[in-house]
C-alpha cells in the first residue's frame, strides 16, 4: 500500500481550527464517508443520489482524502466522463494527489467495504448532519475570538455572525426534488386545507388581487407625495383591526411618527397638527379614553435606519415567532443595506441581492411581504398622466423580476392635473388610481380609491369610478412625451403641500 506524502504547502486557517477541549473530537463518520464514496464509484445511481444530497462542496467529508477523491469524482461527472476507480486514479494522478489519498490501492478498499448503493441517502444525510455540527462549532469559535478582540465594531459581528449560521443552517433547508404524485397529494392537502390570504381594506382592490398571499413579495411604487406610507397604513391598520398580526419595519419614520399617523386615521385629526403637538383639550381627552382602540391592535412597529437584510431576518423572525406575524410591511426598500460592510458597492447590485433576500425571507416565514419602493425621476419628466411603468423602478430591475406583485400608486393632482385621460375626462381631484402593473395570481389593471382626506392619512373605497382592466402585454404608460416640459409640483387645492404628505 502506498503511503501518502506530507502536505508541506498547508497554511492554517484560524478559523478552522476546532478545540479539542475536554478531549472530544470533531462529529464525524469516518466509515459511512467510505461508504459512500465506494458506492459513487461502482453504482451510477449512487453516484446521482450522493451529488444530489451532497451537492458540490467537498468539505461535507471530514477525512482530507475524502474530499480529494470526491472532487475529482464531481470533476468527471461535470466532465461527463464514467466514474470507476480508473477514471478516479487517472484524475488524482493528473493533480499529483493520488499519493496524498492514498494510492490505487486505497480507492480499491473503498470499493471493497460496499457491494451496492443501498442506503446512500442515508448515509449521505449523516454525513452532512455532521458537516453541519462541525460548522457549528467553527462559527461558535469564531464569534468567541472576535468577541474578545475590542477593535471588533459589535455591529460587524452580530451580522457576520448570523450571516454565519445563516450559511449554515441553509444546509438543513434543502429540498430534495419531488415527483409528480408527491405534489400532486401536496395540491390536495393545501385545497383541503388551504391558507387564507390577507383581504386588502380597499374591496376593488381585494377583488383584482385577492388579497395578500403567503409567500409573496409585494412591491408598491411611486413618487414622492402620492402617499405610499399613508396607504400601506391603511392596510396594515385594516388587517390588525381583522386579526391579523401585522409588522411594519420602517426605515425612514420614527414609530412615534408613524403611530401619530394611525391616530390620525383613526379619529380624524389632522397627522400635522399630532406632529407639532397642535393637540386641542377635547382631542387629548378623546386619545386618552379610546387609547384601547390602538393598543390592542396586533400591530408591531421596528424603526431602524439603515436596516439590513440580516437585521431584517431576524426581527421578523421573531415577529412570526412570538407573534404570528402574517405579513411585514417595509418602508421603504431603497434605505435598506445589503450589509454593514457593504457600504461602497455597486448600487444596483445591492439592490438586486435586497430584494432577493426579501423573496426568500416571505418563502422561508410562509408571510407576505410588501417593500414600498421608490421611482426614478423618469417619471417626473414624461408627459401626459405620468404614469408609472416598471422600467421606472429605481436602481435595479431586479426588483420587478422577484416581486409577486407590482403596483403603483399615481395622484394626478400632485402634478396639478385636473382630468383623467378616460373618454368622460372625469376630474381627478380627491383621487388616486393604484396601477396593478404585474401579478401572478389576479388582473392586471387600474383600481381608483379616495384619497381626498389624505391629511387624516385615510384612502377609502371610490364607487363613481370603474376599474381597467388590462391584457398582460399592454403597458400602462405612455413615454412618447418623455422630453415634454416637466410640470412642477405645487400646492394643491386642499390647502396643504402635497410635499409635506408621506412617502
Keep these: 500500500m502506498q503511503q501518502p506524502k506530507p502536505n508541506t504547502n498547508f497554511k492554517t486557517d484560524k478559523s478552522t481550527i476546532i478545540s479539542l477541549e475536554k478531549g472530544k473530537i470533531p462529529p464525524q463518520a469516518i466509515d459511512l464517508e467510505v461508504a459512500i464514496l465506494g458506492a459513487m464509484m461502482i453504482d451510477k445511481n449512487g453516484l446521482l443520489e450522493a451529488i444530489e444530497i451532497l451537492s458540490e462542496n467537498e468539505d461535507v467529508f471530514y477525512k482530507d482524502s475524502h474530499k480529494y477523491i470526491y472532487k475529482a469524482i464531481l470533476e468527471l461527472f461535470s466532465e461527463d466522463v464514467d466514474v470507476d476507480i480508473l477514471t478516479v486514479s487517472q484524475k488524482l494522478k493528473s493533480q499529483s494527489k493520488l499519493d496524498l489519498v492514498g494510492g490505487d490501492f486505497y480507492l480499491i478498499e473503498l470499493t471493497q467495504h460496499v457491494s451496492s448503493s443501498a442506503h446512500i441517502e442515508t448515509h449521505c444525510r449523516i454525513v452532512m448532519q455532521k458537516y453541519v455540527q462541525r460548522e457549528s462549532i467553527k462559527v461558535a469559535s469564531k464569534i468567541i475570538e472576535e468577541a474578545y478582540d475590542e477593535t471588533k465594531d459589535i455591529f460587524d459581528l452580530l451580522e457576520e455572525s448570523q450571516r454565519s449560521l445563516?450559511?449554515?443552517?441553509?444546509?438543513?433547508?434543502?429540498?430534495?426534488?419531488?415527483?409528480?404524485?408527491?405534489?400532486?397529494?401536496?395540491?390536495?392537502?393545501?385545497?383541503?386545507?388551504?391558507?387564507?390570504?390577507?383581504?386588502?381594506?380597499?374591496?376593488?382592490?381585494?377583488?383584482?388581487?385577492?388579497?395578500?398571499?403567503?409567500?409573496?413579495?409585494?412591491?408598491?411604487?411611486?413618487?414622492?407625495?402620492?402617499?405610499?406610507?399613508?396607504?400601506?397604513?391603511?392596510?396594515?391598520?385594516?388587517?390588525?383591526?381583522?386579526?391579523?398580526?401585522?409588522?411594519?419595519?420602517?426605515?425612514?419614520?420614527?414609530?412615534?411618527?408613524?403611530?401619530?399617523?394611525?391616530?390620525?386615521?383613526?379619529?380624524?385629526?389632522?397627522?400635522?397638527?399630532?406632529?407639532?403637538?397642535?393637540?386641542?383639550?377635547?382631542?387629548?381627552?378623546?386619545?386618552?379614553?379610546?387609547?384601547?382602540?390602538?393598543?390592542?391592535?396586533?400591530?408591531?412597529?421596528?424603526?431602524?435606519?439603515?436596516?439590513?437584510?440580516?437585521e431584517a431576518k431576524t426581527i421578523i423572525g421573531k415577529w412570526v415567532r412570538q407573534h404570528g406575524v402574517r405579513i411585514v410591511y417595509i418602508d421603504y426598500l431603497q434605505l435598506m443595506r445589503a450589509s454593514v460592510n457593504n457600504k461602497n458597492g455597486n448600487r444596483e447590485q445591492e439592490i438586486s441581492y435586497i430584494s432577493r433576500k426579501l423573496k426568500a425571507i416571505a418563502k422561508e416565514f410562509e408571510i407576505t411581504v410588501v417593500a414600498l419602493s421608490q421611482l426614478s425621476r423618469a417619471v417626473e419628466t414624461r408627459g401626459g398622466m405620468k404614469r408609472p411603468v416598471l422600467s421606472d423602478l429605481r436602481e435595479s430591475g431586479a426588483i420587478e423580476q422577484d416581486a409577486n406583485v407590482v403596483q403603483f400608486l399615481l395622484r394626478p393632482e400632485y402634478y396639478k392635473i385636473s382630468e383623467w385621460d378616460d373618454?368622460?375626462?372625469?376630474?381627478?381631484?380627491?383621487?388616486?388610481?393604484?396601477?396593478?402593473?404585474?401579478?401572478?395570481?389576479?388582473?392586471?389593471?387600474?383600481?381608483?380609491?379616495?384619497?381626498?382626506?389624505?391629511?387624516?392619512?385615510?384612502?377609502?373605497?371610490?364607487?363613481?369610478?370603474?376599474?381597467?382592466?388590462?391584457?398582460?402585454?399592454?403597458?400602462?404608460?405612455?413615454?412618447?412625451?418623455?422630453?415634454?416640459?416637466?410640470?412642477?409640483?405645487?400646492?394643491?387645492?386642499?390647502?396643504?403641500?402635497?410635499?409635506?404628505?408621506?412617502?
Design 166 to 310: 445563516d450559511d449554515t443552517s441553509e444546509w438543513l433547508l434543502r429540498k430534495k426534488p419531488e415527483d409528480l404524485n408527491t405534489v400532486y397529494d401536496k395540491l390536495i392537502k393545501n385545497s383541503e386545507n388551504p391558507i387564507a390570504s390577507i383581504p386588502s381594506k380597499f374591496t376593488k382592490l381585494n377583488d383584482r388581487t385577492n388579497g395578500y398571499h403567503p409567500n409573496d413579495l409585494v412591491i408598491i411604487a411611486a413618487r414622492p407625495g402620492m402617499g405610499k406610507t399613508a396607504f400601506v397604513l391603511n392596510e396594515a391598520k385594516f388587517q390588525a383591526e381583522k386579526g391579523f398580526p401585522v409588522g411594519f419595519l420602517s426605515l425612514e419614520m420614527s414609530d412615534v411618527e408613524l403611530l401619530g399617523r394611525i391616530i390620525a386615521n383613526e379619529f380624524g385629526i389632522e397627522s400635522s397638527r399630532i406632529k407639532q403637538h397642535q393637540l386641542t383639550v377635547s382631542e387629548k381627552i378623546v386619545l386618552k379614553n379610546e387609547a384601547n382602540k390602538i393598543k390592542k391592535l396586533p400591530l408591531y412597529i421596528h424603526d431602524g435606519s439603515e436596516t439590513t437584510t440580516t
Design 423 to 503: 373618454e368622460a375626462r372625469t376630474p381627478t381631484a380627491g383621487q388616486c388610481e393604484i396601477n396593478t402593473a404585474k401579478t401572478r395570481e389576479g388582473r392586471l389593471g387600474a383600481t381608483y380609491l379616495d384619497s381626498s382626506q389624505l391629511k387624516y392619512m385615510r384612502f377609502t373605497d371610490l364607487n363613481d369610478k370603474q376599474n381597467d382592466d388590462w391584457t398582460d402585454d399592454f403597458e400602462p404608460a405612455s413615454t412618447q412625451e418623455a422630453f415634454d416640459e416637466p410640470q412642477q409640483p405645487t400646492q394643491d387645492n386642499t390647502g396643504y403641500d402635497p410635499d409635506e404628505l408621506p412617502f
